[in-house]
């Protein structure tokens, strides 16, 4: 039985101050032709799935350096097909567990605008109250999230966040839980290493050797903002950084990034390719695009 199936993974999605000023019009936020470019793209994946550096909660808003992002901005990148959000990242907890169940809620539950079955989005990393998602399965292939950065720490006893921690214990426990669900192929998508450097640190590479080691398939990683080096450590691809898939930094090297697009037949990878990105800015607003 044929069960191609395809899926992209998008670098950081940021809203700073300047993107949200520019979205704002007659009272309402509307995203929609910062991601309009990339609709048909979208379309040609069965799942699209990006790390949402900010809670979403109700107002005030904010960008840097305490995130609040209007619920809008991710129902513009649903809107075009982006139905997975990774949580697990350094700002998930900037406006504390109450921010994180917002979070998670205004992604997969509550109304906002037609078009988008909610039901079928889903987001990984940060979880609990009946929330959340510490890990998804699709086809065989489990897809992980997990951060070794918090600028809050102090998450609450109710919302987990998934931390790599020095010893692997949770990480080892997650692998064989999802290899006791029947799971294939491992992919770990991971918040790690230094904003801006453009190769990967000697702590990355540590890191990567461990999660090999621990039995995952392919890493992904972001939170550097600028696309890192990539290699491959015993057949394992590692993509330490994708970059910015959206923000409002101009600095080189901040508005490029590249988006990993996989095609699996069930759990057996048959393609992965590199499809580059750059976010650029005109008068009333700021977008990405696919490089040609």
């Not at 999802?178 to 540590?206: D, F, M, N, P, T």
Request: include cysteine.
């Amino acid at each position: 039985m044929d069960c191609k199936w395809k899926i992209l993974f998008l670098g950081d999605a940021m809203c700073h101050d300047e993107q949200r000023e520019l979205a704002y019009s007659n009272g309402s936020y509307n995203f929609d032709s910062s991601f309009s470019n990339l609709k048909d793209l979208f379309s040609e994946h069965d799942y699209v799935a990006c790390n949402m550096e900010s809670p979403i909660c109700d107002p005030p808003y904010m960008g840097f350096p305490k995130f609040n992002t209007p619920v809008e901005f991710a129902d513009s990148l649903m809107d075009i097909g982006a139905n997975i959000f990774f949580l697990a990242n350094n700002h998930i907890n900037d406006r504390g567990e109450a921010g994180i169940e917002s979070t998670i809620n205004k992604l997969t539950t509550d109304y906002t605008k037609g078009g988008v079955d909610k039901s079928k989005i889903y987001t990984l990393g940060a979880f609990g109250n009946n929330i959340g998602n510490k890990y998804i399965i699709i086809n065989d292939v489990a897809i992980l999230n997990y951060t070794n950065i918090l600028n809050n720490k102090e998450v609450g006893g109710n919302i987990d966040i998934n931390l790599i921690e020095d010893d692997m214990m949770s990480i080892s426990q997650d692998i064989a839980d999802v290899k006791g669900k029947g799971a294939k192929y491992i992919i770990v998508y991971i918040h790690w290493g230094k904003e801006y450097e453009r190769y990967h640190s000697k702590e990355q590479r540590k890191l990567a050797e461990m999660l090999v080691n621990c039995g995952v398939n392919c890493i992904i990683g972001g939170h550097p903002h600028v696309i890192e080096d990539y290699e491959f450590i015993n057949n394992v691809p590692v993509f330490y950084s994708l970059g910015n898939f959206i923000s409002s930094q101009p600095e080189d090297f901040r508005t490029e990034s590249v988006g990993i697009s996989m095609e699996f037949d069930g759990a057996f990878l048959m393609n992965i390719n590199c499809i580059p990105f750059r976010t650029e800015c005109d008068d009333k607003k700021y977008f990405t695009k696919v490089i040609n």
